[in-house]
């Protein structure tokens, strides 16, 4: 069972990025997602979640209004759409997976089951 994140780069300030989270291997369908992200030096914080069903979304403070978090259980992929990109989101970007939940569940601590390798992204000038 894996998970994928891909999607990081090298966008200004201001820029937008969309991040993939891919399962392969079995459906991500019945999964809440979550994505988080750590900066050097920083604890891994956490950015959005969705819940199993698509129904329920939530944000961390610092990104509410800018990232929209989807799925699309066909592709057997989440997406993270980050807009007004700052400095500040620059950092590794991971997705997490979680089997069980409720259908309105979405989880903000780290107690997933699987995590994906992480993707960079960076915001400059």
């Known amino acids: 069972v894996q998970l994928q994140a891909s999607g990081g780069g090298l966008v200004q300030v201001g820029g937008s990025l969309r991040l993939s989270c891919t399962r392969y291997?079995?459906?991500?369908?019945?999964?809440?997602v979550g994505w988080f992200r750590q900066a050097p030096g920083k604890e891994r914080e956490f950015v959005a979640g969705i819940s199993w069903s698509g129904y329920t979304s939530d944000y961390g403070d610092s990104v509410k209004g800018r990232f929209t978090i989807s799925r699309d259980n066909v592709k057997n992929t989440v997406f993270l759409q980050m807009n007004d990109l700052k400095h500040e989101d620059t950092a590794v970007y991971y997705c997490a997976a979680k089997y069980g939940l409720r259908p309105g569940d979405v989880l903000r601590s780290y107690e997933y089951d699987y995590w994906g390798q992480g993707t960079q992204v960076t915001v400059s000038s």
């Open positions: 291997g079995r459906t991500i369908g019945g999964n809440s």
